[in-house]
């Protein structure tokens, strides 16, 4: 099983009446290579929520290896495109833990998208060099993720991203519109500034 949900997935799937996925890869760096799945980490190593929790037990780990070996074989687009349709998905997140770790993983989900038109694809990343003025799919909503190396290239007032508060007050007194208990406010191609808090 590659496509899952977490407790704030289920929790938006039920919400909304829709089949939210998610595919996650291991966080910062893949354990047994040492070659790293989030290349632009920044500050936001510090406090990763994938690097703690259930992310780090010991029957999840393994699965988070199986998904990043998937993403390097012949065969990601076809054996993702063929759960998407098995398990009937409206929505799905790319990358709860991970992130876009070369061009060439990039394009592979690009066929996977093309492939299912009238699924909705989001994804946060970090890295931001390998997206900054390219096309995206139609149905894909990126948003830049603030904490990376690259921070500079994002340009607020122009890019979909995400910034981490400490707290609700801070978050909508920067007017951001507050995502931490809705996941599909992040596949909102109509919101720019999307803020999460702190946890």
């Keep these: 099983m590659y496509l899952t949900q977490n407790g704030k997935l289920k929790k938006t799937s039920k919400k909304h009446g829709k089949r939210v996925f998610n595919f996650?890869?291991?966080a910062l760096t893949d354990p047994e290579s040492g070659k790293r799945t989030c290349p632009f980490a920044g500050s936001c190593a510090k406090f990763c929520?994938?690097?703690?929790?259930?992310y780090i037990w010991s029957n999840v780990k393994p699965a988070f290896k199986r998904r990043y070996e998937l993403t390097k074989s012949d065969d990601f687009v076809s054996t993702i495109s063929a759960e998407i349709t098995r398990r009937k998905l409206t929505h799905l997140r790319i990358h709860d833990s991970g992130d876009f770790y070369s061009p060439k993983y990039i394009n592979k989900w690009y066929e996977v998208m093309a492939l299912h038109p009238d699924i909705i694809?989001?994804?946060y990343t970090k890295s931001v060099p390998l997206f900054i003025?390219?096309?995206l799919p139609s149905n894909f909503v990126l948003r830049y993720s603030e904490g990376g190396t690259h921070d500079h290239l994002?340009?607020?007032?122009?890019?979909h991203h995400a910034?981490?508060?400490d707290n609700l007050e801070d978050l909508l007194a920067?007017?951001?519109v507050d995502a931490s208990d809705d996941d599909l406010v992040a596949a909102d191609p109509s919101i720019k500034k999307l803020g999460l808090i702190l946890h």
């Excluded at 994002?154 to 890019?159: A, R, V």
């Design 24 to 26: 996650g890869i291991p």
């Design 49 to 54: 929520y994938a690097q703690k929790g259930a």
């Design 121 to 123: 694809f989001y994804a």
């Design 133 to 135: 003025d390219t096309k």
């Design 154 to 159: 994002i340009d607020t007032d122009k890019h």
């Design 163 to 165: 910034r981490i508060f």
């Design 174 to 176: 920067a007017g951001y």
